[in-house]
């Protein structure tokens, strides 16, 4: 019987791993039979921007068109491949959205879920990477949810809104990404929620994973995976879900969630910075430090104060690739190990609000936060 268990658990990850359905039955888009549900959810952005002429591509309002007109200009080619449904959460700045908002986000989402095969969130791209990780770890779903924007705004020649929002609603109605968790597809690559960043101010194809590269690319017709977010291993069991179900979380269901801040470091900083974010009520602090994690003499001090008060501190590069990795001897400091700064920032952020035991915040960083794959 456990040969038969192990068996199947790793028939389900692979399935996913290839991008074959988990989920429900799938259709073949355009074969005449039922298509999947794609709910497409609107949250502004440049990719619903609009521009001062058609050659302003820098020189735009983010945030004007509605995301059911944008769905509606891409009729009846987005028909083909799913029943598609719009819901209009905001219509802003990626920036300007608050943790708050995330949170009420990923409520949005999982209620979508639960009615469609699939979801597709719209987003400014400059916070997407964070947009994208925050879902990731808070989406209790195992349906594929697919973030996308633009680097120009809808209405200027050579966009690339209204190409990335087609393509994203195909890679979601495709349900190949089951059990990825939240991926990002923008200028024809599929990239996961962890490793994924904005690397350019203004270029197309501004996000990248680093080292461990794109997932894979969608090619009009041919959507092709190379590689699969190590969670898909857990694929069919409820070990799937990360442990910060929202629903759960001991805070009101409107109240504050722990305050997190960045803290950066460079040559001779000073450490008014860590001691302002302490002193403010900051229950956590992520250093973005030089090299391996390094910190100014300065920065040192105040973090060792800070850490006598309860700050929990996570430990990462500034370099935008490579490992902190922290031990378990110094007392109130996690390493992130390759996890960029912004987004150790949420994992810690979810992670204080779930426990107050620094040894499983650890254990969370350590595993969740630097998932491998197992091999046996």
Not at 46 to 64: A, E, L, P, W
Not at 180 to 206: C, P
Not at 274 to 299: E, H, K, L, Q, Y
Request: with cysteine; glycine share 10%; hydrophobic share 40%.
């Amino acid at each position: 019987m456990r040969i038969a268990h192990r068996t199947t658990a790793l028939l389900l990850a692979l399935a996913a791993a290839v991008g074959a359905t988990v989920t429900g039955a799938s259709a073949e888009p355009g074969d005449g039979k039922d298509v999947p549900d794609v709910a497409v959810i609107g949250t502004g952005g440049t990719i619903s921007g609009v521009s001062t002429n058609r050659v302003s591509f820098q020189d735009y309002r983010s945030g004007q068109l509605a995301i059911s007109k944008m769905v509606d200009e891409l009729r009846p080619e987005v028909d083909g491949l799913a029943d598609v449904t719009t819901e209009q959460f905001g219509n802003k700045g990626s920036s300007a959205y608050t943790i708050a908002d995330y949170r009420r986000l990923t409520a949005s989402v999982d209620a979508a879920l639960k009615k469609n095969d699939a979801v597709v969130v719209t987003t400014g791209t400059d916070t997407m990477e964070e947009f994208a990780y925050w879902l990731d770890l808070t989406v209790r779903s195992d349906k594929p949810v697919v973030l996308t924007g633009s680097m120009r705004p809808w209405t200027v020649i050579g966009t690339d809104a209204p190409a990335n929002l087609y393509n994203a609603i195909k890679l979601a109605a495709s349900r190949k990404t089951t059990c990825y968790g939240t991926v990002v597809m923008l200028n024809d690559q599929i990239q996961a929620a962890r490793e994924v960043r904005k690397t350019n101010a203004l270029r197309l194809d501004t996000f990248d994973s680093g080292p461990t590269g794109e997932l894979g690319v969608v090619d009009q017709d041919n959507i092709r995976l190379h590689r699969a977010p190590a969670r898909v291993q857990k694929c069919g069991k409820s070990s799937w879900n990360t442990p910060f179900d929202l629903d759960g979380i001991a805070a009101a269901a409107d109240g504050p969630l722990p305050k997190v801040e960045i803290a950066y470091s460079y040559q001779d900083a000073g450490g008014e910075a860590v001691t302002a974010f302490a002193n403010a009520g900051a229950d956590g602090i992520v250093t973005a430090g030089t090299g391996a994690g390094g910190i100014s003499p300065a920065m040192s001090a105040a973090r060792t104060e800070a850490v006598k008060k309860g700050v929990l501190f996570a430990s990462t590069t500034r370099t935008g690739s490579g490992a902190v990795y922290g031990s378990s001897a110094t007392t109130g400091v996690i390493g992130a190990e390759d996890l960029s700064p912004q987004k150790a920032r949420l994992l810690l952020l979810l992670s204080l609000a779930a426990t107050e035991d620094e040894k499983q915040v650890r254990e969370w960083f350590s595993t969740l936060g630097t998932a491998q794959f197992v091999t046996r």
